[in-house]
Nanobody
Framework: QVQLVESGGGLVQAGGALRLSCAVSGRFINNINMGWFRQAPGKEREFVAALIWSGGMTWYAPSVKGRFTISRDNAKNTVNLQMNSLQPEDTAVYSC????????????????WGPGTLVTVSS
């Protein structure tokens, strides 16, 4: 069982930056996939970024590549999402997830989900 809790959301102006953090606890295999997803009002949830906990691979949605960076802190057991050059279309509830299968096309079948944190980008 894996527990995930996100933090770091808030209100930011367009062009600004935020850093989200996902605290990971429980028992899991070292090569588990950890990802960030987002759901904007009235839209379906979409993949944002992911990595393998043991290191070596990262994946990004085309809409955030070059602006967002996913990373992990093994000492603190967190998965972080640094978001730069934020735009109003980045407004969404951002959720951390674990498990599943990830590739260059995104992630599917994530098993564990956090409750999410709201990011609002004003124009």
């Amino acid at each position: 069982q894996v527990q995930l809790v996100e933090s770091g959301g808030g209100l930011v102006q367009a062009g600004g930056a935020l850093r989200l953090s996902c605290a990971v606890s429980g028992r899991f295999i070292n090569n588990i996939n950890m990802g960030w997803f987002r759901q904007a009002p009235g839209k379906e949830r979409e993949f944002v970024a992911a990595l393998i906990w043991s290191g070596g691979m990262t994946w990004y949605a085309p809409s955030v590549k070059g602006r967002f960076t996913i990373s992990r802190d093994n000492a603190k057991n967190t998965v972080n999402l640094q978001m730069n050059s934020l735009q109003p279309e980045d407004t969404a509830v951002y959720s951390c997830a674990a498990g599943g299968y990830c590739s260059g096309s995104g992630c599917n079948g994530m098993t564990y989900w956090g409750p999410g944190t709201l990011v609002t980008v004003s124009s």
